[in-house]
T-cell receptor
Framework: DGGITQSPKYLFRKEGQNVTLSCEQN?????MYWYRQDPGQGLRLIYY???????QKGDIAEGYSVSREKKESFPLTVTSAQKNPTAFYLC?????????????FGDGTRLSIL | RKEVEQDPGPFNVPEGATVAFNCTYS??????FFWYRQDCRKEPKLLMS???SGNEDGRFTAQLNRASQYISLLIRDSKLSDSATYLC??????????FGPGTRLSVLP
């Protein structure tokens, strides 16, 4: 079945540590996105990529980094500079970056600080 | 004013009721509109796109009013399984998707 796979499902970070969240899709979608969701709040865009080897900052990119070396993969690194990383992280993809294509989500990674 | 606003909720309705949610958006250049549902501690799932002429999918009907800059979602004959948070999503061509904060629905037996 085609879909978006995020791993791990749960992740714990120590102070000063960088952690990487994986996102893989086999939908052959061009565009991929990372969002953060805090309890009781809406989704906020961290980074997005409309094509391989290209990505742009979203609304809350500080303390995060991404890469898009392959079409199917868009990993997110939460760096030690992100002082409040505890949240639900959602990866999404869409067929193209055009706004009329809906996004489809992975089942998320919950990140907590130890 | 926030870019996308939704009815604050929560909505608590009995099974079989009809319930409607509204969503307003501030950017008149918005072109694409969607409704997603999100179950507790799960990812959002696409419920339906919203087309200019309005569209229906079973018990769900979506409407768009460009003049007043709002979209609506109507759920008829509510089921227990409809309990979730409903997210309104708006896109301006060339810009990113903007998600509303969501409206929580609880369908009660």
């Amino acid at each position: 079945d085609g879909g978006i796979t995020q791993s791990p499902k749960y992740l714990f970070r120590k102070e000063g540590q960088n952690v990487t969240l994986s996102c893989e899709q086999n939908l052959n979608h061009d565009a991929m996105y990372w969002y953060r969701q805090d309890p009781g709040q809406g989704l906020r865009l961290i980074y997005y990529s409309q094509i391989v080897n290209d990505f742009q900052k979203g609304d809350i990119a500080e303390g995060y980094s991404v890469s898009r070396e392959k079409k199917e993969s868009f990993p997110l690194t939460v760096t030690s500079a992100q002082k409040n990383p505890t949240a639900f992280y959602l990866c999404a993809s869409s067929r193209t970056g055009a706004g009329n294509q809906p996004q489809h989500f992975g089942d998320g990674t919950r990140l907590s600080i130890l | 004013r926030k870019e996308v606003e939704q009815d604050p909720g929560p909505f608590n309705v009995p099974e079989g009721a009809t319930v409607a949610f509204n969503c307003t958006y501030s950017n008149s250049a918005s072109q694409s509109f969607f409704w997603y549902r999100q179950d507790c501690r799960k990812e959002p799932k696409l419920l339906m796109s919203v087309y200019s002429s309005g569209n229906e999918d079973g018990r769900f009907t979506a409407q768009l009013n460009r003049a007043s800059q709002y979209i609506s979602l109507l759920i008829r004959d509510s089921k227990l399984s409809d309990s979730a948070t409903y997210l309104c999503v708006v896109n301006v061509e060339g810009q990113n998707f903007v998600f509303g904060p969501g409206t929580r629905l609880s369908v009660l037996p």
